[in-house]
């Protein structure tokens, strides 16, 4: 695939701002159609209203999961991801328990997931572990987990975190994993040249609020 060309089409136009109004997501909404990206992702309030305006469009809707810290309970969560899908979400980007993760309890993180997934099947799934807190090793560990979970791909970042994606990760995820799952780079990613170079590194989707300054960069 032509990256120059085909960018849109790695692109999920996100607007996850706690103050986002109908107005806004009408705006990304828009945009996403102008400009053809694969999806939308917006915040579960949204999630039903993007739906409507996509209608028919062929653009996903994707709906955040224990956004932004991942600290909600594994039922609250549960019931967050039914309810997104009820609403019409394709696809869900979920936050992982960082803090039970960096406490090293993984079986609570991977059992938390593969509730969530097996009660959630017919979705692509991405799970957002947050690199900017973690080691080398601990986002080795990371992929292990979420790749056991079942999950569709690994996400870098929820862009609250004070740093995004990095290259060098998506490129050791992508050398180690072996091809058992997809890439989402997200945070920080503003130009055409950074959401090429996450590509060409291996990134399998861009989640960035800056779709539109990526596609007119080209």
Known sequence: M???LNINRYIDHSNLKPYATYEDIEILCKEAVQYNFYA??????YVKYAKTLLKGTGIKVC?????PFGANTPKTKLVEASTAINDGADELDIVWNIGAFKSGNYDFVENELKTIIS????????IIVETAYLTEEEK???????ID???QYIKTSTGFAPEGAKIEDVKMWKEISDGKIKIK???GIKTFEQAAEMIKAGADRIGTSHGVEIVKGR
């Open 63 to 67: 709906s955040v999961v224990g956004f």
């Open 40 to 45: 939308v992702c917006v915040n579960p309030f």
């Open 185 to 187: 780079a997200a945070g």
């Open 119 to 126: 009660y959630t099947q017919g979705v692509v799934h991405k």
């Open 149 to 151: 979970s079942g999950a």
């Open 140 to 146: 080795k560990t990371a992929l292990e987990i979420v």
């Open 2 to 4: 032509d990256l120059f």
